[in-house]
């Protein structure tokens, strides 16, 4: 890898982890088409790869959360719990993709997320602090089993099950499901990363710069969100999902 590709990544890890950190899906979401469309890098690598930069970015993020006192401990503990097992059984099922078929679902995961999240538009939000049927432990634990499957399946991290569950379902406040998605993402992803890095999953050259990206991004992100209403967030969350998922079909196209 060149230096110049090198110092590209890392300004692709920046921007995709700041957006990533401001919508609560950790910025591999972003990382993914973009390791797959411009660089052709294999489904397997690819996961591992983009859950080792979403583990940095939302770790990063994930203390300026901490810090600004907007993650919901209580909600998040059991979804670790059951990331565990999930995240091992998504690192199998990866290697059983073609490159197409990872394409293909991956891109039909986000234009489903996509909807689901502009119909939360019109749902009116729980009251901050406000408990909700996802404060069960075992609706945690069992939520957890999906997060920690897709996390390692994609490389995502867990936001495309936590976000239906949490902003729809549960009606929970849009910023208390960013940094809550965050540290269930950080708490959850290292599993998911040690088995893909056991596996061989890792490609080492694309991580570091991304990592170092993932880093700065993640630290900047919690303080623009800060500064963004809730609405405009569903709204770049939803045209961040739609926009890379295009990217993959464009991939088959031309």
Known sequence: MTPLSALELFAIGVAASIFGSIVGLGGGFVIIPILRVAFGVPPAQVAGTSLLMVLANTGASTFGYLRHRTVDLQLALPFTVGAVP????????????????????????????????????????RAVGER???????????????????????????????????????????????????????????????????????????????????????????????RVSSPTLITLLAAALIAAALGLALRHIF
Not at 92 to 118: E, H, N, Q, W
Not at 179 to 196: D, E
């Open 132 to 226: 909700s049927f996802a404060h069960d432990p075992r609706i945690g634990v069992i939520a957890g089993l999906g997060i920690g499957f897709f996390s390692s399946l994609f490389g995502i991290g867990g936001g495309i099950v936590l976000i239906p569950l949490l902003l729809i379902a549960a009606r929970m406040p849009p910023h208390i499901v960013t940094a809550t998605s965050a540290f269930i993402i950080t708490t959850t992803a290292p599993v998911g990363v040690l088995a893909h890095a056991v596996g061989g999953d890792v490609d080492w050259p694309f991580s570091v710069p991304l990592i170092l990206g993932g880093l700065v991004g993640g630290s900047v992100g919690p303080l623009i969100q800060k």
């Open 86 to 125: 999930g995240s091992i059984l998504g690192v199998v099922a990866v290697k059983r993709f073609t490159p197409s078929g990872f394409d293909i679902t991956y891109g039909a995961v986000l234009i489903v997320l996509a909807v689901v999240v502009i119909l939360r538009r019109s749902v009116a939000p």
